[in-house]
């Protein structure tokens, strides 16, 4: 079950430094009662990178309006390829509290890793 619009962007140069960046938002989802709207988004700082997967960390922002209204965040994210009812993206999100979203499956797109 979706209820987050996500995008992202990791690449690593051959001289194995990270860059990219993050963004994922939920608005009106039931998957956070009493929030109308949360938000992460971030520059990633730390990736591993395989053959149909991936996991990487970042820093960046974390909003959720009448809550943290804006707050410095650390996340985890974890990635499968595939497009829809394949791919797969897993949240967590370590700072300004500790929430590790369920495992959303792709309803449209496609996360590609190489």
Known sequence: HAFSDFGFSVMRSSEGAVEGHFNCLMAGSSQF??????????????????????SFDGVGMFLAPGVFEKSAATFHVEVTAGG????????????????DLPVERVLHGQISIH
């Not at 992460?40 to 730390?46: A, D, L, P």
Request: aromatic letters at 8%.
């Open 33 to 54: 009662p009493g929030f109308t709207l949360m938000a992460v988004r971030g520059q990633v700082t730390h990736a591993t990178i395989g053959a149909s997967s991936a």
């Open 84 to 99: 829809p009812g394949v791919g797969t993206l897993h949240l967590t999100l370590l700072t300004p509290m500790f929430f």
